[in-house]
């Protein structure tokens, strides 16, 4: 095993066990009445808590079933488009999004199959996708991945590239197949949409895996398991190192209101959410200079695991916001059409 910076970039892993350990740890203090020891614990696991945004405190507050007036309703939600799940995605599935009543849905693992059935059972109720550009069927058979479903206008589609001499200078370690294939693609699509005569850029991500489910199958004896789950999480680090700011480059002076949204394949406080919600700290106008929220820290209550499988529960989905939105409200829903859950929220829109 070979150490790296991600190495260290993957201790966030342990942050939501370290939080939960010191705050039993304050508990038991407590229950012994060591009052001292229990107050210089109770202030490190805020501390950390609030380092890495892991677990948010706030007092519950639902998403009302039907949108309120002057809300912005966003859907992330990542369907699977493992062959297992496809036949998740028919009539119940489409009512229950039509149900949910949101202004934009953004839809990871959306494979043409399923994509283009989309498009034909939801196009009345959302008239604009990233289907109505020609470049993204050129894309979708390539990236079979993400799609923006809206009910206002989009336009200027765009996809992001990865520098592959760019990745040797930051990753001297990966060799030239390892190199090849970061480059080759990148799960990264742009649209502006038009929200009442605001143009909003939406960015839809779904960045690398660290295909924990293919490691540990592939396998033979505990051993080999646990050396390619280390080298998946250290190549997954690295991936999405190089994504994340590749992301940040160009969205470093848009000068919209901005959501980023999607499987981001990893926890709140990683290197690669907090690259991309720094993305405009060097914003050559100061107006347009924010740090992007997250949706779930910012009003969600809890843990917040958007997926479940593989014997894991995570919170990888993530909606980062910019200044202009103000939340009202944040709920992961308990469907089952997918080994993810969806994430809902609602905005009031001040541009």
Not at 145 to 166: A, C, G, M, V
Request: overall charge negative; hydrophobic content about 40%.
């Amino acid at each position: 095993m070979v150490l790296t910076q991600e190495t260290f970039e993957m201790m966030i892993l342990a942050a939501p066990f370290a939080v939960i350990a010191l705050a039993a740890l304050t508990l038991l203090l407590l229950l012994f009445r060591k009052w001292s020891a229990a107050l210089i614990m109770a202030f490190l696991t805020l501390l950390l808590n609030g380092w890495t945004e892991q677990i948010p405190l706030h007092i519950p507050k639902e998403v009302p079933a039907s949108k309120p007036a002057g809300t912005l309703r966003i859907l992330d939600f990542n369907i699977c488009g493992k062959v297992e799940f496809a036949p998740l995605h028919g009539a119940p599935f489409i009512d229950y999004v039509k149900n949910l009543d949101a202004d934009l849905l953004f839809l990871p693992e959306n494979t043409p199959g399923t994509a283009h059935g989309f498009e034909r059972m939801l196009r009345k109720e959302y008239p604009y996708s990233l289907h109505d550009f020609p470049d993204f069927e050129k894309l979708s058979v390539v990236y079979a991945d993400l799609t923006i479903y809206s009910r206002y206008p989009l336009s200027n589609f765009k996809t992001y590239n990865l520098n592959k001499e760019q990745i040797k200078r930051d990753h001297p370690y990966l060799d030239e197949e390892s190199v090849d294939f970061i480059g080759s693609y990148m799960i990264v699509y742009e649209a502006t949409a038009d929200i009442d005569g605001t143009p909003v850029t939406l960015v839809h991500v779904h960045l690398r895996t660290n295909s924990y489910d293919s490691a540990k199958n592939n396998g033979k004896g505990k051993r080999q398991k646990v050396h390619n789950i280390y080298e998946n999480l250290q190549f997954g680090y690295a991936y999405r190192g190089e994504e994340s700011k590749v992301i940040a480059d160009s969205l470093r002076n848009c000068p919209n209101p901005l959501v980023v949204c999607g499987d981001f394949n990893d926890l709140s406080g990683a290197k690669c959410i907090r690259t991309i919600q720094h993305c405009r700290d060097k914003n050559i106008n100061a107006e347009h200079r924010d740090r992007l929220n997250d949706a779930w820290w910012r009003g969600g209550c809890g843990f917040g695991f958007t997926f479940v499988d593989q014997h894991l529960h995570l919170r990888l989905d993530h909606i980062l916001y910019s200044k202009e939105f103000e939340l009202q409200a944040v709920k992961v829903d308990t469907v089952y059409y997918s080994d993810h859950r969806p994430l809902i929220a609602d905005f009031k829109f001040n541009p």
